[in-house]
């Protein structure tokens, strides 16, 4: 379980999102092997996701981050509902890279940089909200960033960080009619910033680093909330694809006469349907 605390300034001219995801990344670890510098690529994506999500309005709206840079781990996909629980996959959980310049993982050297973040935001309306930016490091935090000033413009501060065994991040989102003598104090408060996995590191809780990214603002808790690593995955859901394959293809299946399994990329479970459940599937009335 993590926990997310925002904090809003007096004026309510910023909102400032801190969550601890140490949880979720050690659960992103566990259902998808992967080696240190992915954990921390799709760590990272996992929790800007989680922030965005419980920032959406209604219960059944999803915000979807993909990140496509041309790097060796290929495409990586966290999705996160309106509370802020959170599931994703990687295209290739294993990758192994030298330290960068910095002595720290390479995780843009993992995701690549020559490609984009789009985000898709299902709010239940006609069609979904799509905004696609291009990758400006591939470190995430920066293209979420970038992705905010561009598609919301909204000035927008992100701050994402795994380590072994701590992971968090924080979001200060700047509203229009935020004062230039606010902004001065924002940009005052970042020059002082630890990184956040060092805040936490020092015991900081995510109410404690949320009131600190808006230091001098006369700030006070919000909201707040437990996320999750969560899939909602299900046999019916999974029926659904099968029966999206088109009466051509189930029947071929049928006719191999073995079970079928299939594989949740973002949980790992496994749903077997036999033949006979199969030709059931098939010959089903379509839905109205």
């Known amino acids: ?27 992103i670890e566990k259902i998808h092997q992967t080696s240190a510098v992915v954990t921390a690529a799709l760590g990272r ?16 709206d999803t915000v979807t981050l993909r990140v496509k840079g041309g790097g060796p781990a290929g495409m990586l996909v966290a999705v996160a509902d309106s509370r802020g629980n959170v599931k994703a996959d990687v295209d ?14 390479d995780v843009g050297g993992a ?8 985000v898709v935001k299902d709010l239940g309306l006609k069609e979904p909200y799509v905004g696609i930016v291009p990758l400006v490091s591939g470190e995430i935090a920066e293209d979420v ?12 501060v ?15 989102e700047v509203l229009p009619f935020a004062s230039d003598a606010c902004i001065d104090t924002i940009e005052k408060n970042l020059k002082t910033l630890p990184p956040v ?36 995955c299900n046999r019916e859901r999974t029926e659904r694809v099968l029966k999206a394959l088109g009466n051509q293809e189930l029947t071929q299946l049928i006719a ?13 479970k496994k749903y077997t349907f036999t033949p006979e459940e199969l030709q059931q599937l098939r010959d089903e009335e379509p839905e109205e």
Do not use: W
């Open 1 to 27: 379980m993590g926990i997310l605390k925002r904090a809003i300034a007096k004026d309510a001219s910023v909102v400032a999102t801190a969550v601890d995801a140490t949880d979720i990344v050690a659960e």
């Open 45 to 60: 994506l996992s929790i800007a996701a989680s922030m965005m999500g419980y920032d959406l309005k209604n219960e059944n």
């Open 92 to 105: 290739q959980p294993v990758v192994e890279l030298p330290l960068n310049a910095k002595g720290k993982l």
């Open 111 to 118: 995701v690549g940089t020559d490609g984009t973040l789009s």
């Open 145 to 156: 960033a970038q992705y905010f000033a561009t598609s919301e413009q909204t000035p927008t």
């Open 158 to 172: 992100c701050g994402l960080g795994v380590l072994v065994n701590v992971a968090g991040g924080f979001l200060i």
């Open 197 to 232: 996995t060092t805040m936490m590191t020092q015991g900081m809780t995510t109410d404690q680093i949320a009131l600190r990214l808006l230091d001098g603002l006369e700030p006070n808790l919000l909201d707040e909330g437990e996320v999750h690593y969560q899939c909602d």
């Open 256 to 268: 191999e006469g073995e079970p079928v399994e299939v594989n949740c990329h973002f949980c790992g």
